[in-house]
């Protein structure tokens, strides 16, 4: 179940209860996003309202990634065993994928907020948010 | 949940629960809120016997994770987990053959590796259709 308090702990109160959430939680502006087991995403408001869905397909999506905009948000899935990377606006619209390869590990939203990072063959690359021209980055890895 | 700066003085203790687990966190951009979820895992036993293709309730999507756990000495009983209706559920399978278990394992190949040897032991007879799954909460 998912709490909210102060920045310090305190005054937290619980604003979630049935359905289990928070196997993966972020914050998509003031709101806050939450996975649950099956790897369904919910974001509502901070106490717990106006909770609605933001993945809308039957596969399960992880590690959702708030670009620092809080326009977009970038999270990846598993579709038919492979890894799918996936970027949308900060309410699950407009879903897309900008990366048509086969991934092996998740990718994040660029500090930008206009790009998506992801590593592949050993290296960070970056790709438009909305899909592109991937190019290697030199950030070390 | 418990705070600490870089410079690792001045260990701080931000929540205070007497049970359950925390399962993650995240402070609001504006640093002025602490999102956190926690709650007790529940897990169910579920025993299947003489599994068969045709009297599986599950379905992939359910299966949480493939790696064969446990194997007893006869290797007769294999257990996994899975998700079933959204509770993570221990799975302990009588299995009668290795095709019939990779049915339960998202179609992959037979597993022969580390954990889950070829069955050692003889199908014991019993009435077609007769695949029960027993639950048992314990949480």
Redesign the interface.
Known sequence: ?????????SD?KQVTSG?????????I??R?A?G???GKWFVMN?DGSNKTSLTGD?D?HFQVSTCND?KHIVDWNVHN?QIELWSAAADGANAQKPVPATLIGSGICGPDSKSVLYVKDGAVWSIPIEGGTPEQTNFPF | ?WKQPLDSKGL?????FSSGEM???????D?????????VRTTDVVMMSNFRKTGSSLQP?EV?RTDLELCNPNCRFLSFGI?HK?V?VTVVIEHTGVEQLSVLL?GAPPRRERNFPAPKVNVRSAPRNSTKVCQNSAG
Do not use: C, Y
């Open positions: 179940m998912l709490w909210v308090g102060k920045a310090d702990g937290a359905e289990a959430v928070g196997f993966g939680l972020t914050w502006a003031d806050l939450a649950t087991p099956r901070s039957n399960p809080d065993g | 949940m701080v203790q931000i929540t205070e399962f993650g966190f995240a402070w609001s951009k640093g002025k809120q602490l999102a956190f979820a926690r709650g999507s949480l998700l959204d993570q998202h």
